[in-house]
T-cell receptor
Framework: AQSVTQLDSQVPVFEEAPVELRCNYSSSVSVYLFWYVQYPNQGLQLLLKYLSGSTLVKGINGFEAEFNKSQTSFHLRKPSVHISDTAEYFCAVRIQGAQKLVFGQGTRLTINP | EAGVAQSPRYKIIEKRQSVAFWCNPISGHATLYWYQQILGQGPKLLIQFQNNGVVDDSQLPKDRFSAERLKGVDSTLKIQPAKLEDSAVYLC?????????????FGPGTRLLVL
């Protein structure tokens, strides 16, 4: 069965600093990969997704992620964060041929002024 | 376009009571999902509908949880009787179809506290 591990439960950074949120997955077959963001008291919103093709995926709000098949990783990055990026970020994986989306446990990103 | 609607937003009940949550997906979306999100964890799929049929309910605790989507539009998730460990946020999501690349759109969730 596939699983998703988000290596950091909390990541504090200063405003305008770069950030990387780490995600590793385990699967013996091809996967689709997603990053979702959850602002306080709101539902999840899709940031970006990797289906196929270029391994560098650009999403909304200046975020991007890189799919690394050899390292089974899909880390999320932003070169310069803003206070409004404070939220919980979830990595998710879906095996090709399966219906279920499996989420990681989330990383809380806190931006300090 | 209106998003996924859920009600109520918050619910507090005592253990052994019953509770029901309602979800109205985005218009035209055939696939509807219910997730349970326990504090500090990622969402876990409980049940998935395609129109009014169940696609996957393998992680639904069927002794106490039930869900229906009778007309293939809105859906209700029920817990009867509730246990303390059911305290969580219940998220509803919908997607246009079953395609694996389809984006799931989430509602704001119902926060349940069982005392």
């Amino acid at each position: 069965a596939q699983s998703v591990t988000q290596l950091d439960s909390q990541v504090p950074v200063f405003e305008e600093a770069p950030v990387e949120l780490r995600c590793n997955y385990s699967s013996s077959v091809s996967v689709y990969l997603f990053w979702y963001v959850q602002y306080p008291n709101q539902g999840l919103q899709l940031l970006l997704k990797y289906l196929s093709g270029s391994t560098l995926v650009k999403g909304i709000n200046g975020f991007e992620a890189e799919f690394n098949k050899s390292q089974t990783s899909f880390h999320l990055r932003k070169p310069s964060v803003h206070i409004s990026d404070t939220a919980e970020y979830f990595c998710a994986v879906r095996i090709q041929g399966a219906q279920k989306l499996v989420f990681g446990q989330g990383t809380r990103l806190t931006i300090n002024p | 376009e209106a998003g996924v609607a859920q009600s109520p937003r918050y619910k507090i009940i005592e253990k052994r009571q019953s509770v029901a949550f309602w979800c109205n997906p985005i218009s035209g979306h055939a696939t509807l999902y219910w997730y349970q999100q326990i504090l500090g964890q990622g969402p876990k799929l409980l049940i998935q509908f395609q129109n009014n049929g169940v696609v996957d309910d393998s992680q639904l605790p069927k002794d106490r949880f039930s869900a229906e989507r009778l007309k293939g539009v809105d859906s209700t998730l029920k817990i009867q009787p509730a246990k303390l460990e059911d305290s969580a946020v219940y998220l509803c999501a919908s997607s246009l179809d079953l395609g694996q690349w389809e984006t799931q759109y989430f509602g704001p969730g119902t926060r349940l506290l069982v005392l």
